[in-house]
């Protein structure tokens, strides 16, 4: 069983930064692909960025060049750098794991991202 516990959501102002984190526990192994989605209200879960085990990355066009995902498989982690944020980032973010080996999808409870002045 895979465990994912996300981190460092908060009110923000146009303009800063927040860095999310997502520690994953349980079965994990470095090759699973992770990413991080987001929901706003009354909208639909949409992906933000993808990680491979190799540590390609793929980002929405919304938040490229602003967002940046991580990991340390050494620590079972990864990560959401988030620059510039804008009103339409508030939304709850959440950590997402495919495992490759039983074809499962694992998520995080979420952490709430609110940009505001």
């Known amino acids: 069983q895979v465990q994912l516990v996300e981190s460092g959501g908060g009110l923000v102002q146009p303009g800063g930064s927040l860095r999310l984190s997502c520690a994953a526990s349980?079965?994990?192994?470095?090759?699973?692909?992770m990413a991080w989605f987001r929901q706003a209200p009354g909208k639909e879960r949409e992906l933000v960025a993808r990680i491979t085990g190799g540590g390609s990355t793929n980002y929405a066009d919304s938040v490229k060049g602003r967002f940046t995902i991580s990991r340390d498989n050494a620590k079972n982690m990864v990560y959401l750098q988030m620059n510039n944020l804008k009103p339409e980032d508030t939304a709850v973010y959440y950590c997402n794991l495919f495992s490759v080996t039983i074809r499962t999808t694992y998520w995080g409870r979420g952490t709430q991202v609110t940009v505001s002045s």
């Open positions: 349980g079965s994990i192994f470095s090759i699973n692909p």
